[in-house]
């Protein structure tokens, strides 16, 4: 049983009242009294919002179903039913275009485009490592990674192999001379480099040349004539040269050379979302510290690491000398965005007075928005915004109208807190189908605050399988990508961006690269992202970072952009194409187990973690072994497709029991070499991972949105409670 305190007209859970008031408030300098008053002044205002924002979902689920239904005996009229998504408000008015009004925005959101990382805040170890990853070694994520062949000799494992170094080296001095050339000759061929007169040389044996672009050379660390590094500029993202002969890497190099620093995870989205496992004060009191931890620059982890111990704590700024002889530095760390829940959950950490517990995503916006403060008002140990802005990203908003309550909830939280207005920005994820459909007004509805919108391919189909659930049998999940409207609602994200004037004052981002292992396959295909406009878009890990930091300085993405804004914009017909199977009887019995065995081997791959562990991101091997990033986001379109094979009678509800079954062993096969891994297998009916495997299937139609929260929730406390 939680202890509780009673503040106000509210029953907060201890944890969480210690937590605010002798860990938060103290460090930022706000009165208990006055701050309690305000949240729950926000409480009584926003929560009948919500409520309805949710009902209303509801009752337009209801009439699309009741509309498919009706028609269920004739095909899909593409006409018809855009027209009647007009009548019932889910497809609103198109705005004309206009420009958004964000100010104060870091020029690592507005002007530098590069990966980003998404990591669970709730891991402190995870939350530092992503933090720390705005610089990485390219070296190193050549040699670790499958980037570099290991064919004829060049084997990663055992210790160093020269074969493999010789293989990284030359890669990296090509990626130097394609984003840096030189007058004349290679960085291949450098025997040295030196400063002279405020100029870049690079000395070729008996030669000197300099850079192409002398403008691309920006500083260095050491003496002129030898310097430990120097540091380089190509599309706003810096590179570093470290210099050091007596080093086992340097001393085999004629420049001496050591390593190159690319500039990698310009931001980082510390998540409290799909990547954790959060569902009591407990959970939200970790995820809170270290949130905090990260604002004030004092968060810490120590672990064990082979025969002894490490703490890793946040990365100080990178101090360098400019040509012209001044210090300056550049930051050392990511620029941190949180990422907040959504607006259906609700959580126990507090209880109105009525009993009911809040709404989580307006707990996330008080407490995520206070600690930040620290950041406002330069209280920390080490800066993250430089322009006194907080950014949240806000998910699984459907739809202008939430979008509005966002933003007026955020005003709500900088009036408590004592901020500037519009200090709070919000980064949209157009992971909804009404969101697409809306996106322009969507932003309009946040224009002053907006800083971010994305797409992301799984939620957004997990969305359209369940809104189109009545419509008929989905073609299979592996050939989604392939469809028409994922091309289309990609397409337009960019397009509304632009038209909407995010170009220079605003990311725009694409989804997740989920294969961490197959790297050698992200830098042949990921480049993809910044030639579709996209000023940034996520990795699975720091390597993965570095690695995709090449493609930036490859395409510059601001003069793609200024392509795309000639092109004929995103039919939103082609939005609104339903993904259905036209001809179910084409698909064979082995093609429709095998969609079910993928499926589900990974809905229990990740669940069995969720529930038991407590862990809401990790690599889950996949029915081949292959290691994939999953989150709630994944777990959402399996579960969703099944349900939908099953409502639509592609497989029975015994096919799906007998795969789950079978699949529950292949996942205890996988996981056996985890210690604190328990199997299902043993007893299916008293294991509470695999019973939240079945719900999320066979209850998968009555989730609202298909959201799998709530019965991971619920399971997880089963979980939790079972455990004490």
Same mark, same amino acid.
């Given at each position: 049983?939680?202890?509780?305190?009673?503040?106000?007209?509210?029953?907060?859970?201890?944890?969480?009242?210690?937590?605010?008031?002798?860990?938060?408030?103290?460090?930022?300098?706000?009165?208990?009294?006055?701050?309690?008053?305000?949240?729950?002044?926000?409480?009584?205002?926003?929560?009948?919002?919500?409520?309805?924002?949710?009902?209303?979902?509801?009752?337009?689920?209801?009439?699309?179903?009741?509309?498919?239904?009706?028609?269920?005996?004739?095909?899909?009229?593409?006409?018809?039913?855009?027209?009647?998504?007009?009548?019932?408000?889910?497809?609103?008015?198109?705005?004309?275009?206009?420009?958004?009004?964000?100010?104060?925005?870091?020029?690592?959101? $507005?002007?530098?485009?590069?990966?980003?990382?998404?990591?669970?805040?709730?891991?402190?170890?995870?939350?530092?490592?992503? $933090?720390?990853?705005?610089?990485?070694?390219?070296?190193?994520?050549?040699?670790?990674?499958?980037?570099?062949?290991?064919?004829?000799?060049?084997?990663?494992?055992?210790?160093?192999?020269?074969?493999?170094?010789?293989?990284?080296?030359?890669?990296?001095?090509?990626?130097?001379?394609?984003?840096?050339?030189?007058?004349?000759?290679?960085?291949?061929?450098?025997?040295?480099?030196?400063?002279?007169?405020?100029?870049?040389?690079?000395?070729?044996?008996?030669?000197?040349?300099?850079? @192409?672009?002398?403008?691309?050379?920006?500083?260095?660390?050491?003496?002129?004539?030898?310097?430990?590094?120097?540091?380089?500029?190509?599309?706003?993202?810096?590179?570093?040269?470290?210099?050091?002969?007596?080093?086992?890497?340097?001393?085999?190099?004629?420049?001496?050379?050591?390593?190159?620093?690319?500039?990698?995870?310009?931001?980082?989205?510390?998540?409290?979302?799909?990547?954790?496992?959060?569902?009591?004060?407990?959970?939200?009191?970790?995820?809170?510290?270290?949130?905090?931890?990260?604002?004030?620059?004092?968060?810490?982890?120590?672990?064990?690491? @082979?025969?002894?111990?490490?703490?890793?704590?946040?990365?100080?700024?990178?101090?360098?000398?400019?040509?012209?002889?001044?210090?300056?530095?550049?930051?050392?760390?990511?620029?941190?965005?949180?990422?907040?829940?959504?607006?259906?959950?609700?959580?126990?950490?507090?209880?109105?007075?009525?009993?009911?517990?809040?709404?989580?995503?307006?707990?996330?916006?008080?407490?995520?928005?206070?600690?930040?403060?620290?950041?406002?008002?330069?209280?920390?140990?080490?800066?993250?915004?430089?322009?006194?802005?907080?950014?949240?990203?806000?998910?699984?908003?459907?739809?202008?109208?939430?979008?509005?309550?966002?933003?007026?909830?955020?005003?709500?939280?900088?009036?408590?807190?004592?901020?500037?207005?519009?200090?709070?920005?919000?980064?949209?994820?157009?992971?909804?189908?009404?969101?697409?459909?809306?996106?322009?007004?969507?932003?309009?509805?946040?224009?002053?605050?907006?800083?971010?919108?994305?797409?992301?391919?799984?939620?957004?189909?997990?969305?359209?399988?369940?809104?189109?659930?009545?419509?008929?049998?989905?073609?299979?999940?592996?050939?989604?990508?392939?469809?028409?409207?994922?091309?289309?609602?990609?397409?337009?994200?960019?397009?509304?961006?632009?038209?909407?004037?995010?170009?220079?004052?605003?990311?725009? @981002?694409?989804?997740?690269?989920?294969?961490?292992?197959?790297?050698?396959?992200?830098?042949?295909?990921?480049?993809?992202?910044?030639?579709?406009?996209?000023?940034?878009?996520?990795?699975?890990?720091?390597?993965?970072?570095?690695?995709?930091?090449?493609?930036?300085?490859?395409?510059?993405?601001?003069?793609?952009?200024?392509?795309?804004?000639?092109?004929?914009?995103?039919?939103?017909?082609?939005?609104?194409?339903?993904?259905?199977?036209?001809?179910?009887?084409?698909?064979?019995?082995?093609?429709?187990?095998?969609?079910?065995?993928?499926?589900?081997?990974?809905?229990?791959?990740?669940?069995?973690?969720?529930?038991?562990?407590?862990?809401?991101?990790?690599?889950?091997?996949?029915?081949?072994?292959?290691?994939?990033?999953?989150?709630?986001?994944?777990?959402?379109?399996?579960?969703?497709?099944?349900?939908?094979?099953?409502?639509?009678?592609?497989?029975?509800?015994?096919?799906?029991?007998?795969?789950?079954?079978?699949?529950?062993?292949?996942?205890?096969?996988?996981?056996?070499?985890?210690?604190?891994?328990?199997?299902?297998?043993?007893?299916?009916?008293?294991?509470?991972?695999?019973?939240?495997?079945?719900?999320?299937?066979?209850?998968?139609?009555?989730?609202?949105?298909?959201?799998?929260?709530?019965?991971?929730?619920?399971?997880?406390?089963?979980?939790?409670?079972?455990?004490?």
């Amino acid at each position: 049983m939680t202890n509780r305190k009673q503040i106000g007209q509210l029953n907060v859970a201890m944890e969480l009242a210690d937590f605010i008031n002798h860990e938060l408030l103290p460090k930022i300098d706000r009165d208990q009294g006055q701050f309690w008053m305000g949240f729950e002044a926000i409480i009584k205002e926003f929560t009948p919002r919500n409520s309805s924002l949710l009902a209303e979902r509801d009752d337009l689920q209801t009439k699309i179903d009741d509309w498919h239904l009706g028609r269920k005996e004739h095909k899909h009229d593409a006409a018809a039913y855009k027209k009647f998504l007009i009548e019932i408000g889910y497809l609103e008015e198109d705005q004309k275009d206009f420009e958004i009004s964000t100010s104060n925005v870091d020029k690592e959101i $507005a002007l530098q485009a590069g990966p980003q990382l998404v990591v669970p805040v709730k891991n402190a170890r995870f939350a530092l490592n992503a $933090a720390n990853a705005r610089w990485g070694s390219l070296y190193d994520a050549l040699y670790g990674t499958d980037a570099i062949p290991e064919d004829n000799g060049a084997e990663r494992a055992g210790g160093y192999n020269e074969r493999r170094g010789a293989l990284v080296i030359d890669f990296a001095k090509g990626f130097l001379d394609e984003s840096f050339p030189l007058k004349t000759g290679s960085h291949k061929e450098a025997t040295g480099y030196a400063v002279e007169a405020g100029v870049l040389k690079i000395h070729l044996g008996t030669l000197t040349t300099e850079l @192409g672009d002398v403008s691309k050379f920006k500083g260095y660390v050491g003496e002129v004539e030898q310097p430990n590094s120097v540091l380089l500029l190509n599309n706003d993202l810096h590179v570093e040269i470290l210099f050091d002969k007596q080093s086992s890497v340097g001393s085999t190099d004629l420049a001496g050379v050591k390593d190159i620093m690319l500039e990698a995870a310009v931001t980082t989205i510390q998540d409290c979302e799909d990547s954790v496992a959060a569902v009591d004060a407990e959970d939200k009191v970790e995820i809170y510290r270290n949130w905090l931890g990260l604002i004030n620059g004092d968060l810490s982890d120590t672990f064990v690491k @082979g025969s002894g111990t490490k703490t890793r704590v946040l990365q100080q700024d990178r101090q360098f000398t400019s040509p012209e002889g001044k210090n300056f530095q550049l930051p050392g760390r990511s620029m941190l965005l949180v990422r907040n829940v959504g607006h259906l959950m609700r959580n126990e950490a507090i209880k109105e007075d009525n009993g009911d517990d809040i709404y989580e995503g307006i707990m996330d916006a008080v407490v995520t928005s206070a600690a930040a403060v620290l950041d406002v008002e330069n209280k920390n140990l080490l800066s993250n915004s430089r322009t006194g802005s907080v950014y949240i990203v806000k998910p699984k908003m459907h739809g202008p109208k939430e979008v509005k309550f966002t933003s007026d909830l955020f005003e709500a939280v900088e009036k408590l807190l004592g901020l500037s207005r519009n200090t709070l920005k919000v980064g949209i994820m157009d992971e909804e189908r009404r969101t697409t459909l809306n996106l322009k007004s969507c932003i309009k509805a946040a224009n002053e605050r907006i800083v971010f919108i994305n797409t992301g391919f799984l939620d957004r189909t997990g969305d359209e399988i369940h809104t189109s659930m009545q419509a008929g049998p989905m073609i299979p999940k592996t050939k989604m990508k392939a469809s028409s409207w994922i091309t289309a609602y990609e397409d337009s994200n960019v397009d509304v961006g632009l038209s909407c004037g995010l170009q220079g004052r605003a990311q725009i @981002g694409k989804g997740m690269w989920a294969m961490p292992d197959l790297m050698a396959a992200m830098v042949e295909q990921k480049i993809v992202h910044p030639e579709s406009g996209a000023t940034t878009a996520w990795v699975p890990s720091p390597t993965a970072a570095v690695l995709h930091a090449i493609h930036y300085h490859r395409v510059r993405v601001f003069d793609q952009q200024d392509k795309i804004k000639s092109r004929m914009a995103a039919n939103i017909d082609e939005i609104l194409k339903i993904p259905l199977l036209e001809n179910p009887s084409i698909l064979t019995s082995q093609e429709i187990q095998s969609e079910l065995d993928n499926n589900a081997q990974g809905i229990l791959g990740y669940v069995v973690r969720w529930i038991d562990q407590g862990i809401g991101c990790s690599k889950v091997p996949d029915i081949n072994d292959v290691g994939l990033m999953e989150d709630r986001a994944t777990l959402r379109i399996s579960s969703q497709h099944i349900a939908n094979w099953l409502h639509h009678g592609i497989c029975s509800r015994e096919q799906v029991r007998a795969t789950m079954e079978r699949m529950a062993g292949v996942v205890d096969k996988q996981n056996e070499e985890d210690p604190l891994y328990k199997p299902m297998t043993g007893d299916l009916e008293n294991s509470v991972a695999f019973q939240a495997a079945c719900d999320l299937i066979y209850d998968g139609l009555s989730q609202p949105s298909g959201y799998t929260e709530p019965i991971l929730h619920a399971r997880r406390l089963e979980k939790k409670q079972l455990a004490n």
